[in-house]
């Protein structure tokens, strides 16, 4: 059972274009993580949400946390090439072991 | 600093053999953890440690499959009768108590095909 969806799981757009990717559970996080995985490597932590309404900015990628933490988004602001890759998030359920629980990802391709 | 290294990158075996996975986790972390990521999935958890025993095992898929990590640092997946299935990417992470919200830095992972 997948306990984290992930929407879309595919995303191809033109440089400049803004685009969102959601992560929506049924379960309640303790926190939330976003990674970004490229070919061959392992997913590089972008950032963590913790607290329910949580906005985060990392340039341009913002990141939300629902107000009832069993959600979250990602919104990219004018995509840039560099920015194609798997973005996966994954949380840690409330109450449970500290093991991550992932979404399947969504690929993002930015066309230059 | 050193990020944490796993070997071989890859390995490729036939059907029924035995191979051994190892993660060198970042120094000092004192947790690790082990996932499985097939193609087109996110990682799936396998085994987490807490400093040498085995906190979490909950995701082992069946009795071929165990870790050790004897002194605290190193650890080895070790899978026994590979099968087909068994083909994926294993990647290790570690973490400090230190690091806040259980924040997990990753290998590159081992891609295993089982032949």
Do not use: M
């Amino acid at each position: 059972t997948q306990l984290l969806e992930q929407s879309p799981q595919f995303l191809s757009i033109q440089e400049g274009e803004n685009l969102t990717v959601y992560c929506n559970s049924s379960s309640v996080f303790s926190s939330l993580q976003w990674y970004r995985q490229e070919p061959g490597e392992g997913p590089v932590l972008l950032v963590t949400v913790v607290t329910g309404g949580e906005v985060k900015k990392l340039k341009r990628l913002t990141f939300q946390f629902g107000d009832a933490r069993k959600d979250s988004s990602l919104h990219i602001t004018a995509a840039q090439p560099g920015d194609t890759g798997l973005y996966l998030c994954a949380g840690v359920t409330q109450g449970g072991s500290e093991k991550l629980v992932f979404g399947k990802g969504t690929k993002l391709t930015v066309n230059p | 600093g050193a990020g944490v290294s796993q070997t071989p990158s890859n390995k490729v075996t036939e059907k029924g053999k035995y191979v051994e996975l190892r993660c060198d986790p970042i120094s000092g972390h004192t947790a690790l953890y082990w996932y499985r990521q097939s193609l087109g999935q996110g990682p799936e958890f396998l085994i987490y440690f807490q400093g040498t025993g085995a906190a979490d095992d909950s995701g082992l898929p069946n009795d071929r499959f165990f870790a050790v990590r004897p002194e605290g640092s190193v650890s080895t997946l070790k899978i026994q009768r590979t099968e087909r299935g068994d083909s994926a990417v294993y990647l290790c992470a570690s973490s400090s108590t230190g690091i806040q919200y259980n924040e997990q830095f990753f290998g590159p992972g081992t891609r295993l095909t089982v032949l």
